[in-house]
């Protein structure tokens, strides 16, 4: 049987929602909520440990930063010292340590290779370095003057030879020739009465191949 309401709106009774609909409604709802508080937890709790990382960075910054001022000041003061040691190697390039010379010559002249082969002594002694540059050809001059004790001539020529073939003479290119003029060095009641005098020089090589050498033995005798 089919009815009709026939009532005006206002006074039909109101029909109840169908139970499928209302649980599909609700579960909707629920399921947003979950979803949308899932969310907010993944957000809430990424953006907190972005602020903790970011916070921790800046921690490690400001705690670098005393360390990097000072790793800033010790590289100037090594870049402060490779110019000093620069400007000290351009000095030794033009320099010459007479004061390891002259103890070299002294050696010599006291120690000879073997005991009585000659008897010198020294009456002047002088030097001097070039003042055109590391380049010039001749690195400078020593000059001495000396007495070998005794009438053999064959004395001097032993100091002369001692004096060109050793370690002293490696700075040098050129030496005078051992010669001399044979005199009286002393009064007949004493010995040696006779003696040659020399006079000797000696001239450099050039301070540039001195200063080399120097360092080429350095690195081999580094290597040992």
């Given at each position: 049987m089919i009815r009709v309401n026939l009532l005006p709106l206002e006074y039909r009774k109101a029909e109840?929602?169908?139970?499928?609909?209302?649980f599909a409604t609700v579960g909707a709802v629920v399921l947003a909520a979950v979803a949308a508080s899932i969310w907010g937890w993944v957000f809430f709790t990424k953006y907190k440990k972005a602020e903790d990382?970011?916070?921790q960075v800046k921690t490690e910054i400001a705690g670098q930063k005393g360390a990097l001022e000072l790793t800033q000041k010790l590289d100037k003061k090594v870049q402060d010292l490779k110019a000093q040691f620069k400007l000290i190697d351009e000095v030794a390039k033009n320099r010459v340590v007479w004061s390891r010379k002259f103890d070299?010559?002294?050696e010599i002249v006291v120690n000879p290779r073997s005991p009585g082969r000659y008897e010198v002594w020294l009456t002047s002694l002088g030097c001097n370095s070039t003042t055109t540059g590391a380049a010039a050809k001749v690195g400078g001059q020593v000059q001495f003057v000396g007495v070998s004790a005794g009438s053999q001539v064959n004395r001097m020529a032993d100091f002369h030879e001692d004096l060109t073939t050793g370690p002293f003479?490696?700075?040098?290119?050129?030496?005078t020739p051992a010669y001399g003029t044979r005199d009286v060095i002393g009064p007949a009641n004493r010995d040696?009465?006779?003696?040659w005098n020399f006079n000797f020089i000696l001239t450099l090589k050039s301070l540039k191949d001195i200063t080399e050498a120097h360092a080429k033995a350095a690195a081999e005798a580094a290597k040992k």
């Open positions: 109840a929602t169908p139970l499928k609909q209302f990382d970011l916070a070299e010559l002294w003479f490696k700075d040098f290119g050129i030496a040696p009465k006779e003696g």
